[in-house]
């Protein structure tokens, strides 16, 4: 079994105030201290590993850490250990929506014998966290960052890369308006819904309906997104459909996305080269959609 350190503070104050008269006028100075009071306990760690899943139905609003926070309770009851030790999570999304699930893997662990903390007990926290640790139970102090200095540096956070072969995929679903027009349109809007995942390349599929005064048209697109620095995206693709005026269109597209956390917004520019047609219909469009 191996066993590892923990350390719990308590903390309580006690203000301490003086006076001091000269004549008629009276100072008073309120001097800063504190006392600090740690116990210790023996972290008795099991040599088996204990798992557990967690599944979910698609939700946008969704978050994959709050899945995993819930695994690890969920193998935390099904062991009755207090902590879980070098958890290692697998996590499965089965597509646009249909959910996914977490499955975490660790070994259980428990608090025992718990005491107040010695010299020795002090030694080692303070070798382990490189940081000043408190052999006395009790220790005036007129610093009020002490408590401070017992706490393990932060860690600075890893930068993010998006190279291919990480898991940094982002999937995404917009809901495009589009206004078509040319010379023989009048009137021409367009609605439609556009899904999509990528990592430093990915792909997208948009459908989306055209209508005007005289026609309606349905045209499917497809093709390649690529992700740029600060949030940004471009994509390109191609398609056919019925498009306007009424006649099969093949439609060429592109167009840009910004991120703004879990949020998109899009512009493009699509045109449809009508067979029947020397004239084609241009159709800028603009979107708005949910990454997950």
């Known amino acids: 079994m191996r066993k590892g350190l923990i350390l719990f503070v308590a903390i309580f104050g006690v203000v301490l105030s003086s006076c001091t008269t000269i004549r008629d006028t009276a100072n008073t100075v309120t001097p800063e201290s504190m006392v600090v009071n740690m116990t210790v306990a023996d972290l008795d760690v099991d040599e088996s590993l204990v798992s557990a899943t967690v599944s979910w139905n698609w939700n946008p609003f969704n978050r994959i850490s709050s899945k995993k926070s819930a695994a690890d309770m969920a ?65 005036p102090t007129s610093a009020p960052s002490f408590l401070d200095k017992l706490r393990p540096a932060k860690e600075p956070k890893p930068k993010k ?18 206004f078509p027009s040319s010379s023989d349109i009048d009137g021409g809007k367009s609605l439609g819904v556009m899904y999509g995942s990528y990592n430093t390349w990915g792909w997208y599929a948009k459908a989306s309906i055209d209508w005007s005064e005289d026609d309606t048209g349905f045209l499917i697109t497809g093709g390649a997104i690529r992700r740029l620095p600060l949030n940004f995206s471009v994509f390109a693709g191609l398609g056919v459909g019925k498009g306007l005026p009424d006649a099969f269109t093949i439609p060429i597209e592109l167009g840009v996305k910004w991120n703004l956390k879990r949020f998109n917004i899009m512009l493009g520019y699509q045109y449809g080269i009508n067979c029947n047609s020397d004239a084609g219909a241009s159709k800028p469009f603009i979107g708005l959609g949910y990454n997950f």
Do not use: C, Q, W
């Open 75 to 139: 193998a935390l009851r099904e062991s009755g250990a207090d902590v879980l030790v070098e958890p290692i999570y697998e996590i499965n999304k089965r597509g646009l929506f249909r959910g996914g699930s977490v499955t975490v893997t660790g070994h259980p662990a428990t608090f025992k014998n718990f005491r107040p903390m010695t010299e020795k007990d002090a030694e080692i926290i303070a070798t382990m966290k490189n940081k000043v640790a408190v052999a006395t139970p009790a220790i």
């Open 161 to 178: 890369s998006i190279s291919l072969g990480e898991d940094n995929s982002k999937s995404f679903i917009d809901l495009i308006y589009g």
